[in-house]
C-alpha cells in the first residue's frame, strides 16, 4: 500500500495564484482583469467569512456536532460544510480531522477554509506515466485528490492522507522540502487517524523517522510551524546556533537531497547519508551529554537506525523487519489527545504488548 511520491512541484494553481495574489496586492503587483476579479470575491468572502465567524462556527456545530469550542481555526470545515463535489460520507472524513485543525495554531485557516470548499476527490484508472506504486495524488494545481482504486475500497487513511495535503498545501509551503511535506502529512495521518498511531506501516518511514529526529532536535511547534506556513527559517537557526552555520548548512542541503533521490527512484548518495548521520550524531552527542535523557537516547537510535536503512527506493523489507525487532515508541509529537493518553513513552511490541525487556542494543557511544 503506498501513498503518493510524485507532487507538481512547480504547479501554479487556481489556489496558488489566490495565495500569492493575496500577498501580491501588498507588494504593488498588476494583475489581469480576470485574477483582479476573482481575487475581489475572495476577499470579499473572506472578509464576510471572518466577520460572521460566530454565525459560522455555530451551523459548523449544528451540522457536523462537532464542539466548535469557538476556535476560529476551524473555518476550513464551513469550506467543507459548502463543497459542492464532495459527497457526505468524503466530507465526514474532513469532519474527523477537527482535532488536528484545533492543534494546530499556525494554519492559515482562509487558505485552507478556500481550499476545502473547492477540493474534489476523484477515482479513476492510473494513468499510464503515474508510477504504479501511487495509490493516491494529490494535485495543487487542481486542489484535487485523485484515488486510483474504487470509492468502495480505499483506505480511508490513504484519502486522509491526501485531504491533509490539500488542507495544508498552498503557495506559501509549496517549496518545502519532501521530507517535510511528507513526513509531517503522514505523521499527522498517523497520529489523528490510523489505527495504530506510532507505527509508520505503509509508505514513508523514513520520511517519519526523520520528522521524529527534527522534533527531538528543535522541538515539535518549530517542525509544525516551518510545516504550515511553509518558512524554515526557526529550525534552520536553531540548529546553526548549536551546530554551527556551515555544517548546518550543509546537513539541509544533503536532508533534501537524499530524500529527492528516494522520491525519483535514484540511489541515495551514501557520503550525503553519513554526513547526515555524523551532523546527528554530533548534536546528539553534546544534547544527551547536557541532558543525560536516556529516553531521549533511545527514541534517537531507535530513528536513527531507521534513517541508516534508507539506502535504495521503496526498500521496505528492512524497516519492517526492524519493526518486528524492535516495536515501536508510544510517542506523540503533534496529538494534544494523543499526548495526553500516552503521558508515559512506553516501547511496545509490533502486537501492541509492552516490551519490559529491550533488546534494543546501541551501537554507539555518546
Ligand atoms: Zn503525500
Not at 528516494?262 to 550525503?272: F, M, R, T, V, Y
Not at 534517537?300 to 515501536?328: C, V
Amino acid at each position: 500500500m503506498k501513498k503518493n511520491r510524485k507532487k507538481p512541484k512547480n504547479a501554479i494553481s487556481k489556489l496558488l495564484n489566490i495565495a500569492l495574489l493575496s500577498i501580491g496586492i501588498y507588494i504593488g503587483e498588476k494583475y489581469s482583469i480576470v485574477d483582479a476579479k476573482e481575487l475581489i470575491y475572495n476577499f470579499q468572502e473572506i472578509n464576510y467569512m471572518n466577520e460572521n465567524l460566530d454565525v459560522i462556527l455555530n451551523e459548523i456545530e449544528d451540522a457536523t456536532g462537532i464542539d466548535t469550542d469557538d476556535n476560529p481555526n476551524l473555518l476550513p470545515l464551513y469550506g467543507t460544510l459548502k463543497n459542492e463535489k464532495l459527497d457526505e460520507s468524503e466530507k465526514s472524513l474532513i469532519y474527523s480531522l477537527d482535532e488536528l485543525i484545533k492543534d494546530n495554531p499556525y494554519m492559515d485557516k482562509n487558505l485552507s477554509y478556500l481550499s476545502m470548499r473547492e477540493l474534489d476527490i476523484e477515482y479513476k484508472e492510473r494513468p499510464n506515466n503515474i508510477d504504479d506504486i501511487i495509490v493516491g495524488l494529490y494535485s495543487l494545481k487542481n486542489n484535487r485528490i485523485d484515488i486510483y482504486n474504487t470509492k468502495e475500497k480505499v483506505e480511508s487513511e490513504i484519502v486522509i492522507h491526501e485531504i491533509i495535503h490539500s488542507l495544508f498545501h498552498n503557495g506559501k509551503t509549496a517549496l518545502l522540502p519532501s521530507y517535510i511535506e511528507e513526513g509531517v502529512t503522514e505523521l499527522l495521518t498517523n497520529e489523528y487517524f490510523a489505527s495504530n498511531p506510532f507505527l509508520e506501516s505503509t509508505t514513508y518511514p523514513f520520511e517519519i523517522a526523520t520528522i521524529r529526529i527534527m522534533c527531538e532536535m528543535v522541538g515539535e511547534e518549530k517542525v509544525l510551524k516551518a510545516y504550515t506556513t511553509g518558512n524554515m527559517a526557526e529550525i534552520d537557526m536553531d540548529l546553526a546556533r548549536k551546530m554551527g552555520v556551515a555544517d548546518t548548512t550543509v546537513f539541509m542541503i544533503d536532508l533534501k537531497e537524499i530524500f529527492d533521490e528516494l522520491e525519483q527512484g535514484h540511489p541515495i548518495d551514501s557520503i550525503k547519508k553519513q554526513r547526515i548521520l555524523s551532523y546527528l550524531d554530533t548534536f546528539f552527542a553534546a544534547k544527551l551529554k547536557n541532558t543525560n535523557d536516556t529516553n531521549q537516547a533511545d527514541i534517537y537510535f531507535y530513528n536513527r537506525d531507521i534513517l541508516d536503512m534508507m539506502d535504495k527506493k521503496d526498500d521496505f523489507s528492512n524497516y519492517w523487519l526492524y519493526t518486528q525487532e524492535h516495536g515501536y515508541y508510544t510517542k506523540a509529537y503533534f496529538s494534544k489527545k494523543l499526548k495526553a493518553e500516552y503521558p508515559y513513552i512506553e516501547k511496545r511490541n509490533i502486537d501492541g504488548t509492552v516490551n519490559t525487556q529491550d533488546n534494543y542494543q546501541y551501537t554507539y557511544s555518546y
